[in-house]
């Protein structure tokens, strides 16, 4: 059965750092694209970053690029997004996703396009 379960998500101070994971069973996570989104409360879906299936290609919402890194370990199955810098507006609840009909070699998928979730990890900044 495919499961993606995320953590590492925590409460920091502006301008922090976290790590946070996404933990795959069911399926090798390496032959898929994953990505992350996010959601505040009371406001819409957003995509963070992806990394594609087998070479790994990345990609970045310009709200995250140069301050956010996301890579694959293989071996453990893990997706992680490390995060610096860390503003007030990143507050949301993460998600890690992933498709059975989409990659992202180009691009970021839409929050929409996913088929799969976890159940999110809790990522608030504030000082």
């Known amino acids: 059965q495919v499961q993606l379960v995320e953590s590492g998500g925590g409460l920091v101070q502006p301008g922090g750092s976290l790590r946070l994971s996404c933990d795959a069973s069911g399926f090798t996570l390496e032959y898929y694209a994953i990505g992350w989104f996010r959601q505040a409360p009371g406001k819409e879906r957003e995509s963070v970053s992806c990394i594609s299936s087998r070479i790994g290609s990345t990609h970045y919402a310009d709200s995250v690029k140069g301050r956010t890194t996301i890579f694959r370990d293989s071996a453990k199955n893990t997706v992680y997004l490390q995060m610096h810098s860390l503003k007030p507006e990143d507050t949301a609840v993460y998600y890690c996703?992933?498709?059975?009909?989409?990659?992202?070699?180009?691009?970021?998928?839409?929050?929409?396009?996913?088929?799969?979730w976890g159940q999110g990890t809790q990522v608030t900044v504030s000082s």
């Open positions: 996703g992933t498709s059975q009909g989409f990659d992202c070699t180009v691009m970021i998928p839409r929050p929409d396009m996913y088929d799969y």
